[in-house]
């Protein structure tokens, strides 16, 4: 693939870091869940048909930790389609693309492991995959918004120990979904809105909150018109009329939104035939009907009373079972026993409206205008470099919209990684702070060396958003190892990431609460 095929010594140097924190991943999680006893949690815990094997139990103890919390129902889905309302609220590409795995490359696994084993073995092939991926198309994408690669390698490296590692790893859509959105964003800042557009497409097939990444295509069409209009004719050029510069912005609008929009909109249908159309004989195994009676789950296309989703004018599944199995909605988690889960996403939100702050006080007049002005610098070619760079508006936008609707209207503990999966305005802004404080980072022998100033008249002089190139060593194993050495501020940054790395696999991996 072009992601890991450049002669570019930090990508490879991201792709290998990203690899070796995926598998060091997956060793701690089969300590820890060796270690750890399981908590008896309260989640949806279907059970096994058929009974498990020899090689099956094996696989369970060394990957099992993978499959907790929504995980059973990524798994569950996988193997046995939307038999249960609330599935519907897990997006079909994800599993669809667990099943192909277990059917098609691990098929020769047939004779030694049930499906579902084989389901729980894609899954920690496929999330390592994606996530490495995702490492890179970040990279790439820092390159072209920051404009600066000594900050997207820093920032791609954190993704790496993202505090949503766990998440990255285990049975879960996020890495996925981080892997088509970065990568839909990168196209995007390369101009190829046509290709954008179907990875966004795809994304919003992982992720319900991929219908927000739209927003990055409508941004570029107005941005795009804008601009034009401010260069002017010039000497000798003439303009098409407004009208069909309109027209042809509006309709690419409409249709690559519209793109975006459609598996969505298709899913809501297959639900809405599944469940709310003519009741049909499903073969459905006496343990789960049991359990469907027990947990007052509802089957698909059972005869009787229909749920009340199906009679709205525009029936959508996704939005009732937030509402009724999860008592999601607006203020609805602002409860006093809720207080450990928001001390637990307080980080992240700190981290989010820190980034917006500085942004806007840096870019103060950018903001004012939503970035649709034409500004001295960027007509001379030599626009800023960094996280404040003005390319970077839309991503704090869009990273803002998300925390404020994450913070006030959902289970706020899954702030964590509903952010590091969706938006690169997080390691952006980590990298900045560390990259603003440690100024001996990207000098020779700096892990060796305490904190120092910059030689004079280096390139690190400028600033430390300096893009010239430099060696090709390792940032953050050279801030690892200089740790006790760091500043308060950098210790706080990159021990977060390290605390959540850890913490997360320690608790997530045993049916302990997590974010």
Request: proline share 5%; charged share 10%.
């Given at each position: 693939m072009e992601?890991?095929?450049?002669?570019?010594?930090?990508?490879?140097?991201?792709v290998r870091t990203a690899v070796c924190c995926r598998a060091l991943t997956l060793l701690l999680q089969a300590v820890f869940n060796l270690l750890i006893p399981d908590h008896a949690a309260d989640a949806f815990s279907p059970p096994r048909l058929p009974e498990p094997g020899a090689w099956d139990v094996l696989v369970e103890q060394l990957l099992g930790g993978l499959a907790r919390w929504d995980a059973e129902h990524f798994l569950f889905i996988a193997e046995r389609g939307y038999l249960y309302e609330h599935n519907c609220a897990f997006f079909p590409l994800y599993p669809l693309s667990l099943r192909a795995v277990a059917e098609g490359a691990l098929w020769p696994l047939q004779p030694l492991l049930r499906l579902r084993s084989r389901l729980l073995l894609s899954a920690a092939l496929l999330s390592a995959l994606f996530s490495v991926l995702a490492a890179a198309a970040l990279y790439e994408l820092g390159c072209g918004a920051l404009r600066c690669r000594r900050a997207a390698f820093l920032a791609a490296l954190l993704?790496?120990?993202?505090?949503?590692?766990?998440?990255?790893?285990?049975?879960?859509?996020?890495?996925?979904?981080?892997?088509?959105?970065?990568?839909?964003?990168?196209?995007?800042?390369?101009?190829?809105?046509?290709?954008?557009?179907?990875l966004f497409a795809l994304a919003s097939g992982v992720r319900a909150n991929g219908l927000v990444n739209a927003g990055f295509l409508l941004y570029s069409c107005t941005k795009r018109l804008a601009f034009h209009f401010q260069v002017g004719s010039g000497p000798g050029r003439k303009l098409p009329p407004l009208w069909r510069q309109l027209l042809s912005v509006a309709s690419s609008a409409v249709v690559t939104c519209a793109g975006v929009c459609l598996p969505f909109v298709l899913f809501q249908y297959y639900a809405y035939v599944r469940f709310c159309g003519p009741g049909l004989e499903l073969d459905v195994p006496k343990p789960l009907r049991?359990?469907?009676?027990?947990?007052?789950?509802?089957l698909a296309a059972t005869s009787g009373v229909k749920p009340t989703w199906c009679s709205q004018r525009f029936p959508v599944v996704y939005?009732?079972?937030?509402?009724?199995?999860?008592?999601?909605?607006?203020?609805?988690?602002?409860?006093?026993?809720?207080?450990?889960?928001?001390?637990?996403?307080?980080?992240?939100?700190?981290?989010?409206?820190?980034?917006?702050?500085?942004?806007v006080v840096a870019n103060p007049r950018h903001c004012l205008t939503l970035g649709l002005e034409r500004r001295k610098a960027e007509q001379e070619g030599k626009p800023r470099a960094g996280f404040c760079s003005p390319a970077v508006f839309v991503y704090v936008v869009?990273?803002?919209?998300?925390?404020?609707?994450?913070?006030?209207?959902?289970?706020?503990?899954?702030?964590?990684?509903?952010?590091?999966s969706s938006s690169p305005v997080l390691y952006w802004f980590s990298a900045h702070l560390l990259q603003e404080h440690e100024l001996w980072l990207w000098t020779e022998g700096a892990a060796r060396q305490t904190v120092v100033s910059p030689p004079k008249g280096s390139?690190?002089?400028?600033?430390?958003?300096?893009?010239?190139?430099?060696?090709?060593?390792?940032?953050?194993?050279?801030?690892?190892?200089?740790?006790?050495?760091?500043?308060?501020?950098?210790?706080?940054?990159?021990?977060?990431?390290?605390?959540?790395?850890?913490?997360?696999?320690?608790?997530?991996?045993?049916?302990?609460?997590?974010?």
């Open positions: 992601l890991v095929n450049r002669q570019d010594p930090y990508l490879r140097e991201v993704f790496c120990i993202s505090p949503a590692s766990v998440f990255m790893a285990a049975a879960y859509s996020e890495s996925m979904f981080a892997c088509l959105a970065f990568g839909a964003m990168w196209q995007l800042e390369k101009g190829q809105s046509w290709l954008s557009a179907l049991q359990l469907a009676l027990d947990k007052g789950y509802r939005s009732y079972i937030q509402d009724v199995y999860w008592n999601v909605g607006f203020l609805r988690y602002f409860e006093l026993r809720q207080v450990p889960n928001f001390l637990l996403a307080l980080p992240v939100t700190l981290l989010g409206c820190w980034a917006a702050g500085t942004y869009h990273a803002t919209a998300l925390l404020f609707f994450g913070f006030f209207c959902m289970h706020v503990q899954v702030l964590t990684r509903f952010l590091a390139a690190l002089g400028a600033s430390p958003g300096s893009c010239r190139m430099g060696a090709a060593a390792n940032p953050l194993l050279r801030l690892l190892r200089s740790f006790p050495l760091l500043t308060p501020r950098s210790k706080c940054v990159l021990g977060y990431f390290l605390a959540y790395w850890l913490l997360g696999l320690a608790l997530h991996c045993n049916f302990l609460p997590w974010t």
